[in-house]
């Protein structure tokens, strides 16, 4: 209680002292929580936005105009955008002339850019007066109370987007979509109205080789799912595998098997054995030449 009383207290408008006027350069989701604080400590806030018009989402109590106007009735201006928006600010140099400027951006990874925000700002308006603030307090904080504000910031951290495990995600979808598909292809194949429109040829084909790439495909589905769990001990809980490893079995050992059975010196003796072929044809014959003089 103690300190939600002091939070309020500090929150709240001093009206005996008349505060000067602060301008918010932008009306994003930081630009309107800064400014409902500091309607609630007693300073007018005037907005400069490229809109005009008052929107429900800025502070009642705020004054929304152009740049140049509100520039004109603030000596500190709070730069709430980010840095590729900065260019408007140039025409500007000379109703900025001599007001601060307090950056508040941060850059989406490190060493983005040469010179940091700040100094890029100072640049391009040397007539002003440039600080930081407000980097390491999140829109969020603001808005729900300053109480939590040392925790907030250390969570409002940037990190840098992982493609580490980008292709694995990718590969994982395309895999899926294609396996279903060809699997659909095979369903809709051995329905009797679709089968016996066509040959034996086309039948063979789809059922045998887009069969066996199916079997592929949705393998690999599965390989991809697992990714580097695999060789992980922490995947196997109670020294088990999951449950989609243990799916690999059977489809694994019938891709082996049928792999060895596509190498030359197994699949011609199989191909001739399908087609009638004997191993031991002088025997057949002398066999025969028997049964027909038997039969004379």
């Excluded at 598909?181 to 016996?196: E, K, R, W, Y």
Aim: charged share 15%; hydrophobic share 40%.
């Amino acid at each position: 209680m103690n300190k939600n009383s002091s939070n309020m207290m500090a929150l709240a408008p001093n009206t005996s002292e008349k505060r000067e006027t602060v301008c918010i350069f932008g009306t994003g989701d930081f630009g309107r929580a800064l400014g409902h604080k500091m309607i609630q400590s007693g300073y007018p806030v005037v907005y400069g936005s490229r809109r005009t018009q008052i929107s429900n989402l800025i502070p009642k109590d705020a004054e929304v105009l152009g740049h140049t106007e509100a520039a004109q009735k603030a000596a500190i201006i709070i730069i709430a955008i980010q840095r590729q928006h900065y260019n408007f600010l140039t025409p500007l140099a000379e109703v900025l002339r001599g007001k601060v400027l307090v950056d508040i951006s941060n850059n989406l990874k490190l060493n983005q850019y040469p010179e940091s925000n700040a100094e890029h700002l100072a640049q391009l308006l040397p007539g002003s007066k440039v600080v930081k603030a407000f980097n390491t307090v999140s829109a969020w904080a603001l808005q729900s109370g300053m109480l939590d504000a040392s925790r907030q910031a250390l969570n409002n951290q940037t990190e840098p987007l992982d493609h580490t495990n980008a292709w694995l995600s990718d590969s994982y979808l395309a895999l899926g979509i294609l396996g279903f598909f060809l699997f659909v292809l095979l369903g809709i194949t051995s329905l009797p109205s679709v089968s016996n429109n066509v040959n034996w040829r086309e039948f063979r084909f789809v059922q045998s080789k887009l069969g066996y790439l199916s079997l592929i495909l949705c393998t690999a589905h599965t390989l991809v799912y697992g990714g580097k769990w695999f060789l992980n001990p922490l995947a196997y809980k109670w020294y088990l595998p999951d449950i989609y490893i243990l799916s690999l079995i059977i489809p694994c050992a019938v891709l082996v098997v049928k792999f060895l059975l596509v190498f030359p010196c197994v699949d011609k003796p199989l191909t001739q054995i399908r087609q009638g072929s004997e191993r031991n044809p002088k025997y057949s014959e002398q066999s025969n030449c028997i049964i027909n003089k038997s039969a004379v």
